[in-house]
């Protein structure tokens, strides 16, 4: 990737070194979603993995959506 800037790379990159992102895979039926975390109740979609090429041309399941998490306990 090549970023055309005026500002020193310095400048553009601070704060990237501390960016650490929790990532969680959601098992679904045919296959898993990457996600991450923005809140206990809420992720952002950040890749699909699934054996179905349907999945890939589905809205809600596109990478940069958010969606809401309700966590289950197992038992």
């Known amino acids: 990737m ?3 800037t005026p500002l020193p790379p310095e400048i553009v990159m601070k704060g990237a070194e501390e ?3 929790s990532y969680l895979q959601i098992p679904f ?3 898993f979603i990457e996600v991450e975390l923005l809140s206990p ?3 952002r979609i950040v890749r ?3 054996h179905d090429a349907e999945d890939y041309l589905h809205p809600t399941l596109q990478p ?3 969606i809401r998490l309700k966590w ?3 038992s």
């Open 2 to 4: 090549i970023l055309y």
């Open 19 to 21: 960016y650490k992102p």
């Open 29 to 31: 039926s045919r296959g």
């Open 41 to 43: 109740t809420t992720a």
């Open 48 to 50: 699909l993995m699934s």
């Open 64 to 66: 940069g959506k958010e």
């Open 72 to 74: 289950v306990a197992e």
